[in-house]
């Protein structure tokens, strides 16, 4: 009888241990697809904007395309032809263009 109830705990704690390793794989997974690759991008991203200087080309999230005019702390001021100047923040570039 005290047999049979110590099997049904150590078969108990293996379903367990598998249970934890299963979690553990899927958080892992989790994080190596999901929030990892959404860091390493924040980072490119904060790179590129504190590396934009006077004369980068720049798309801004909504799709304009423009010259860098001026760039201040979070301003920036772009340059979409001769005279016509917009000043947006620097969060609102989504990236250079390669000239």
């Known amino acids: 009888m005290k047999l049979s109830i110590l099997l049904q705990a150590a078969g108990g704690s293996q379903a367990m241990i598998y249970q934890v390793v299963m979690w553990v794989g ?36 909504g799709g ?5 005019y001026t760039v201040e702390e979070t301003l920036v001021t772009l340059e979409l032809d001769k005279g016509v100047k917009l000043t947006v923040d620097k969060s609102a570039i989504a990236r250079t263009i390669a000239e």
Do not use: S
């Open 64 to 68: 304009i395309h423009a010259r860098v």
């Open 26 to 61: 899927i958080i892992g997974v989790f994080y190596f697809f999901m929030i990892r690759p959404q860091q390493k991008k924040q980072k490119d991203l904060k790179t590129l904007l504190n590396a934009i200087k006077k004369g980068d080309q720049v798309v801004t999230i």
